[in-house]
């Protein structure tokens, strides 16, 4: 009698995504191929990119928030994998009110400001195809409602009242200037977004960026007379987990925090838990793709002069798998000294593996490092880049 053979397994194991990186000098992408990685790019070469995304809803747009010397900030867009650019007919810009407006001459909000950096892309709702948002500096969010070819800005946040106090117009002191960032849509609902301000805090709207409220309890405010303010806070990086969106996760200049939305608005401070020579300052915070428990960030030295670079030059992620409550370290492979680089807010990211997630991140000199098995061990991609700003992970369409 012949021997069976054995059923062929249906499941497949995802095959690992594009890493489109944004650089100081233009835009990337880090290709599988084969058992390895293959570079393309740069796209418009020395436009610094701050941001690089690819449309999930399409599988085929590619956006570029770019910065062309003396040229000025402006979106550009591509939909054959990067091989050729068109710039958005209308990029983001500040509206003008004008002398005869209600509020006139003493009007607050970003009157009379101009964009001088597009900094984080986000696409919109999964039932929005085409809707895209955008955070600028000085501090604006911007949409755009046909595929990043013309934006507005949202009103209701760049004109509210609020405005010049929300985001401590003058007094912010962050290096790249103040920067409107982690633009979260709630996958349950299209019209709830939350936005994260440097020198500002966090802030929530239910109705599709109409009407907003700071969402900040709980955050310290070191640098600030009375550290429980409202606002004036700075969020490095604000991510609501889109498996629990509930569940949200801040990487603070002053610590690292967690909020159960669904149970009320104060952060808890998880990072008091990291180890104390390292402390809990970073940039960036990447969930796991299910467990809203798991959590990990890469900390940099937040002392004396703020040197914002690996502490003691020893290069770290820290993972939690319990929300915040224990922290172990992830180094295998890593330099084990004198690496003195940083890894940016938008410069980390994890794949849908929920087995074994693939992590991948950028460093401010020009490296990209991966971890194929949840960051127990990582191997070095690419070096000699320029400083990187951002790494987001793609899957084209074909």
């Known amino acids: 009698m012949a021997k ?8 497949k ?24 990685w ?12 701050h941001d690089l995304r690819l449309d999930p809803r399409d599988g085929k747009t590619l956006l570029m928030a770019s910065t062309g010397g003396h040229l000025g900030p402006t979106i550009y867009r591509s939909e054959d994998r990067g091989k050729s650019w068109q710039e958005a007919p209308r990029p983001p810009r500040f509206a003008k009110l004008g002398a005869g407006s209600p509020r006139g001459k003493k009007a607050r909000g970003s009157r009379g400001q101009s964009v001088k950096i597009n900094f984080w892309l986000e696409p919109g709702h999964v039932d929005e195809p085409g809707v895209w948002y955008l955070g600028t500096s ?12 013309t934006w507005r800005g949202v009103n209701g946040f760049n004109h509210n009242p609020n405005w010049a106090a929300w985001v401590s117009v003058g007094t912010d002191g962050t290096p790249d200037g103040p920067v409107l960032h982690s ?28 009407t907003w409220c700071p969402v900040n309890r709980g955050i310290a405010a070191d640098y600030l007379p009375d550290p429980n303010v409202e606002y004036g806070h700075d969020p490095h990086c604000m991510r609501m987990h889109p498996a629990r969106p509930d569940r949200w996760y801040q990487q603070n200049h002053c610590g690292i925090y967690r909020l159960d939305r669904d149970q009320g608005e104060t952060w808890t401070r998880i990072g008091e838990r990291m180890p104390k020579r390292v402390g809990d300052i970073g940039f960036p915070i990447v ?27 020893k290069p770290a992620v820290y993972r939690t798998r319990n929300g915040g409550r224990s922290w172990e370290r992830q180094a295998r492979g890593f330099p084990q000294r004198l690496a003195f680089w940083t890894v940016l807010r938008q410069a ?12 991948f991140f950028g460093t401010t000199s020009g490296e990209v490092w991966a971890s194929l098995n949840s960051g127990q061990s990582w191997s070095q991609l690419a070096a000699h880049l320029p400083r990187i700003y951002s790494l987001r992970l793609a899957r084209f369409r074909r």
């Open 287 to 313: 969930l796991h793709p299910e467990d809203p428990e798991t959590v990990w960030v890469f900390p940099m030295d937040g002392t004396s002069i703020w040197p914002r670079t690996s502490p003691a030059g």
């Open 183 to 210: 633009i979260q849509i709630d996958p349950r609902n299209a019209r709830h977004m939350t936005v994260s301000c440097s020198s500002g805090g966090t802030f929530e709207s239910l109705d599709r960026g109409r």
């Open 38 to 49: 293959r570079m393309r790019g740069p796209f418009q070469l020395g436009a610094r990119t």
């Open 4 to 11: 069976k053979s054995k059923p062929r397994s249906t499941s």
């Open 348 to 359: 980390m990211a994890a794949d849908d593996d929920p087995v074994q997630t693939g992590l």
């Open 138 to 149: 000085p501090q604006g969010l911007f949409r755009s409602v046909d595929h990043g070819r």
């Open 13 to 36: 194991k995802p095959k690992r995504p594009t890493l489109l990186i944004g650089t100081a000098k233009g835009g990337f992408a880090l290709e599988p191929s084969g058992s390895g």
